[in-house]
T-cell receptor
Framework: DAMVIQNPRYQVTQFGKPVTLSCSQTLNHNVMYWYQQKSSQAPKLLFH???????NEADTPDNFQSRRPNTSFCFLDIRSPGLGDAAMYLC???????????FGPGTRLTVL | SQQGEEDPQALSIQEGENATMNCSYKTSINNLQWYRQNSGRGLVHLILIRSNEREKHSGRLRVTLDTSKKSSSLLITASRAADTASYFCATESNFGNEKLTFGTGTRLTIIP
């Protein structure tokens, strides 16, 4: 089945130790999104790619970076995680921007 | 912020009853979408309604949209225990910024 896959599902890192989260999709969608979701809150968009065109949200900290080496894969790099970065990180795709989004299961990040 | 507000924040009903949740937003939109999120999982798209539509149905779901009031409602009929989840509305503004803005969510609990 076509889907959005996130690895790992659970990630534990130490304060200040870089971490990379990955997302892959078999839907061949043009747009890929990264969201941060903290407990009992709405998903917050960090950035998105329309093909190779990168779009950063104005309030996304510089600590967060992203790479999209090809249509299928997208990575979220957190260069120096702080305690406040502990959250669920959701990857989503859509065929066209603004249309239905397909979400992966998320990566739960714990920062010790 | 153009984040939507959802009402109520939490709702508990008996199995078999109908559940209604509401979403209000601030800017003109191209479409409004509803998503479901089971605890600790990714979001699942339920329904999309465009700005020129007033009502849409999908199975036990009924969505209405009132663009003059900048509001939408989601009705789930004949609720089941499996409907227990958080429900989020999300809007695509007509500014062409290629992204969705999620509401604060309603936590629905179905009591067997």
């Amino acid at each position: 089945d076509a889907m959005v896959i996130q690895n790992p599902r659970y990630q534990v890192t130490q304060f200040g130790k870089p971490v990379t989260l990955s997302c892959s999709q078999t839907l061949n969608h043009n747009v890929m999104y990264w969201y941060q979701q903290k407990s009992s809150q709405a998903p917050k968009l960090l950035f998105h790619y329309y093909d190779k065109d990168f779009n950063n949200e104005a309030d996304t900290p510089d600590n967060f970076q992203s790479r999209r080496p090809n249509t299928s894969f997208c990575f979220l790099d957190i260069r120096s995680p702080g305690l406040g970065d502990a959250a669920m990180y959701l990857c989503a795709t859509s065929s066209y921007a603004g249309e239905e989004q397909f979400f992966g299961p998320g990566t739960r990040l714990t920062v010790l | 912020s153009q984040q939507g507000e959802e009402d109520p924040q939490a709702l508990s009903i008996q199995e078999g009853e109908n559940a209604t949740m509401n979403c209000s937003y601030k800017t003109s939109i191209n479409n409004l979408q509803w998503y479901r999120q089971n605890s600790g999982r990714g979001l699942v798209h339920l329904i999309l309604i465009r700005s020129n539509e007033r009502e849409k149905h999908s199975g036990r779901l009924r969505v209405t949209l009132d663009t003059s009031k900048k509001s939408s409602s989601l009705l789930i009929t004949a609720s089941r225990a499996a409907d227990t989840a958080s429900y989020f509305c999300a809007t695509e503004s007509n500014f062409g910024n290629e992204k969705l803005t999620f509401g604060t969510g309603t936590r629905l609990t179905i009591i067997p």
